[in-house]
């Protein structure tokens, strides 16, 4: 399946063997540099977004022209607050994600951020205003320093370890044999899912970006570092734009928005309150549907449930 994705096809030039290291073609696909089409405009502005407001302005898009996989889509993400996207696999949770990275360019329509459209500004600026934090979060042979400074090469020693300590990520990092300068990667030491994510966190509040892209985890995570992933996250989300891709009931009923897609469309959006007084709604359903089996708002749900 992954080498139907663009991205993996060119990482198969480059000779990484996916099987081993695969584990987020977009986050590699934005590393290694290697996408030539969502060239800058000649003399394109940078970006100078400072409330990080988002907004889909009649978006629509297909990877390839014969299927379109949004259409119509317009919504906004409040600056500071937080809104989740639900929807059953294939809906387009992700692609909504990737484009506002600017990973593709749309078919119409237009993506706002502050009321400038992405596409008219340099990518570069666009995505020094936005963190993200993938389910399968990508770590590159190097030291724990050096993955966690990937969100801002610029950022100090002391910079890096107040990130690790936010996300609660200092904890394991100096019980390691080498602290921060321990090896991970492929040939490095071996981290767990919630290590990882702790690091992917820790990278996202040393980015320091106004926007913050959440794909969050649908495996399990050992009850301890489930906790602690979760408290890493609701700091990096206090006063960020966030936009997450919700797996667990908690984060939904939580979020300030949440928006319920099919199909590639935006089929109902408010707030929980908002959604659940919909009659026989979609959402009002899956609500129903994941307490009665046993789903409390703070255990995980399954994106299943949403069809
Ligand atoms: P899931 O919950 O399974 O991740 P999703 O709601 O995030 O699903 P998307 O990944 O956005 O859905 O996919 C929307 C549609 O676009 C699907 O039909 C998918 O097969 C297709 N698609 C996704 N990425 C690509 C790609 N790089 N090339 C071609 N088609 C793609």
């Known amino acids: 399946l992954l080498l139907a994705y663009d991205p993996a096809r060119k990482l198969a030039r480059v000779q990484v063997n996916l099987e081993r290291t695969l584990v987020n073609a977009r986050m590699i696909y934005e590393l290694l540099d290697v996408e030539p089409r969502q060239q ?32 119509d889509v317009s919504f906004v993400a409040e600056a500071g607050k937080t809104t989740a996207i639900i929807g059953s696999s294939g809906a387009g949770k992700s692609t909504i994600v990737s484009l506002i990275q600017r990973f593709y360019d749309l078919n119409a329509g237009a993506i706002r951020i502050d009321g400038t459209d992405i ?56 019980r390691m044999p080498d602290g921060y300068d321990t090896l991970v990667g492929e040939n490095g030491m071996t981290l767990s899912g919630g290590q990882r994510q702790r690091i992917s966190i820790a990278r996202a509040i040393v980015r320091n ?21 979760q ?27 949440i928006i319920v897609m099919e199909a590639g469309s935006i089929i109902e959006e408010g707030t929980h309150e908002q959604l659940l007084a919909i009659t026989n709604g979609v959402y009002a359903r899956f609500y129903t549907m ?18």
């Open 209 to 229: 970006a106004p926007i913050l892209l959440l794909d969050e985890a649908t495996s399990a995570l050992d009850n301890e570092s489930e906790a602690l992933v």
């Open 119 to 174: 596409a008219q500004v340099t990518k570069a600026s666009l995505r020094s205003h936005i963190a993200y934090v993938s389910q399968q979060p990508y770590l590159f042979e190097g030291t724990i320093r050096d993955n966690i400074r990937y969100g801002r090469p610029g950022a100090t020693d002391a910079e890096i370890e107040q990130a690790a300590r936010l996300a609660h990520a200092d904890e394991f990092i100096e």
């Open 40 to 71: 800058d405009k000649p003399g394109a502005p940078v970006l100078t977004a400072t409330r990080g407001e988002v907004r889909f302005d009649k978006v629509s898009f297909g990877y390839t022209p014969e299927r379109k996989v949004l259409q």
């Open 231 to 257: 408290e890493a996250l609701d700091t990096v989300m206090k006063g960020r734009t966030t936009i997450v891709i919700a797996h667990r009931l908690s984060t939904v009923v939580n979020a300030d928005h």
């Open 290 to 307: 994941q307490t009665a089996r046993g789903e409390t708002p703070d255990g995980a749900v399954s994106q299943q449930g949403v069809s």
